[in-house]
């Protein structure tokens, strides 16, 4: 069973920074691009940013809103992806989710999401 | 970047009817590779999105027949062709033609 657990979530001052984690389990994470997705509160979809697997070059790619302050990496030995929070700003309140999609047979996806973590930025 | 719109910003199902959302793209989702990058997800209540659809029309597994996508280029539809109740929550499309992928605003679908 697939399992993305996000965690590192609460609450900090504006200008603060913070790291969350998500744990991944069920597939094999190494190969797996990866992704950060934020939800204001009662507000749509954002995404945050990507980061390829170490075979497609490990790079990373962002949101223009989050470029210069959002860092994601992975820990393919820990299974681990991580996104470091730097400066943050009251718009930065959201619930962060980990999610990841790719092909499992030729012609058949599949996309999972964690339960997210949130973070609050208090000024 | 895309920009994606939706349409309705919300719908009231009766069970058993069918419903229709309306996702628009500013960029053709159309990949030299011949693929089309559009994805449908719904987002319940107090969940996470979970995934409906891939590539315009390719329901993920799991996902009840009920759906089904369609669409080319800029315009995609979803349907549902027999509301259920669990069906309620918030409809999302999302582009994966290019980064930053974007998503539409969302369309909220209740039950009458």
């Known amino acids: 069973e697939v399992q993305l657990v996000e965690s590192g979530g609460g609450l900090v001052k504006t200008g603060g920074s913070l790291r969350l984690s998500c744990a991944a389990s069920?597939?094999?994470?190494?190969?797996?691009?990866m992704s950060w997705v934020r939800q204001a509160p009662g507000m749509g979809l954002e995404w945050v940013g990507r980061?390829?697997?170490?075979?497609?070059?490990?790079?990373?790619d962002y949101a223009a809103p989050v470029k210069g302050r959002f860092t994601i990496s992975r820990d393919d030995s820990k299974n681990t992806l991580y996104l470091q929070l730097n400066s943050l700003k009251t718009e930065d309140t959201a619930v962060y989710y980990c999610?990841?999609?790719?092909?499992?047979?030729?012609?058949?996806?599949?996309?999972?999401w964690g339960q997210g973590t949130l973070v609050t930025v208090s000024s | 970047d895309v920009v994606m719109t939706q349409t309705p910003f919300s719908l009231s199902v009766t069970p058993g009817q069918p419903a229709s959302i309306s996702c628009k793209s500013s960029?053709?989702?159309?990949?030299?590779?011949?693929?089309?990058?559009l994805y449908w997800y719904l987002q319940k209540p107090g969940q996470p999105p979970q995934p409906l659809i891939y590539?315009?029309?390719n329901r993920f597994s799991g996902v009840p027949d009920r759906f089904s996508g369609s669409g080319s280029g800029t315009d995609f539809t979803l349907k549902i062709s027999r509301v259920e109740a669990e069906d309620v929550g918030i409809y999302y499309c999302?582009?994966?033609?290019?980064?930053?992928?974007?998503f539409g605003p969302g369309t909220k679908v209740d039950i009458k």
């Open positions: 999302m582009q994966s033609i290019q980064v930053p992928r974007t």
């Open positions: 069920g597939f094999t994470f190494s190969k797996a691009w």
């Open positions: 960029q053709s989702l159309l990949h030299s590779d011949g693929r089309t990058y």
């Open positions: 590539e315009v029309s």
């Open positions: 980061i390829k697997s170490q075979t497609d070059g490990g790079t990373t």
């Open positions: 999610t990841t999609a790719f092909v499992v047979l030729p012609g058949a996806m599949v996309d999972y």
